[in-house]
């Protein structure tokens, strides 16, 4: 199997497909270098054929592919633990779209590698779209990209008991001493109130890709930002909470607000540069998360999907 092998269709991700019965392991063992030579060229592979159905393999091969893995930190939303350093999807309304974002782009170093294997794929929808971020970073308007290149973004937080996580899931523990200390070593500040814990922290928004040196807009401004909420929900949560209560919101680094047209100019870009191929369950989906920002569409019916992060990249650049 060589690069020509590669099946490349406007509007589609690179797809590989495996066509012969294979040992997964073995194949991965044999096309590792051809696998990590795509992901350089193409940001993503997804790999057909080789009958990942279940967390068991996934981490096996995951294995095989990264040389750490990591685990969701800060999580703005629940994922199940399914063994092998694999995770189950976020928990998200299936009748709600998850919009574009890079994996834990508001943490200090990125998980550069992700693995994503379809085990059930669903009746319709539900489809990992896929979008370059160094494609998103050329065609955003140059004063938009100026001037979060120059502030970076913010993440502002609210934990409560009402809605969202509480800050003990995010942080991993009940204990406030360990929680400063980890906001402290991760340039988060906190505010503990008497309805929970707010934190703020400021990331660049234009990193330099760790092996090709090249800029990509990687973060999760418009993803966590209120315009990108439904407006039926924002508009009740403000209702409930007050405008600085919402359980996540991102603005410029300078602490001004984003309006809604630049989340709005944000999300048509990434729609306008959007890959997209529907789920088949047993699919290998390798993603190079700081080159390429991925999304989850709508969907009806069983949908089960893993995913392994790992290969952590620093995020020195402001």
Known sequence: M???????????????????????????????????????????????????????????????????????????ARRHPLGNSVFSSLEWPPDQPMCMHHEQSYLLEVPRLLAIGCFAAPDSGGITGLADAEAVLAELPEPLVARFAETGWTLRRSFNDVVGLPWREAFGGDDREAAEKYCQANRITCDWRPDGLRTSQTRPAVLDHPLTGRPVWCNQIAFLNEWTMDPAVREYLVMQLGADGLPFNTGYGDGEPVDAETIRTINEVYESLTLREPWQAGDLLLVDNVRMAHSREPYQGRREIGMVQGDPAPTPRG
Do not use: C, N
Not at 14 to 32: C, D, K, M
Not at 36 to 54: I, K, M, P, S
């Open 2 to 76: 060589t690069p020509a092998d590669l099946e490349l269709t406007p509007g589609k991700p690179p797809i590989l497909p495996v066509s012969e019965p294979v040992a997964a392991a073995e194949w991965v063992g044999e096309y590792r270098a051809l696998l990590t030579e795509v992901l350089l060229r193409h940001g993503a592979v997804l790999v057909r054929g080789l009958g990942v159905r279940d967390a068991a393999l996934l981490g096996q091969l995951s294995a095989q592919l990264m040389e750490s893995t990591v685990m969701d930190r800060e999580a703005f």
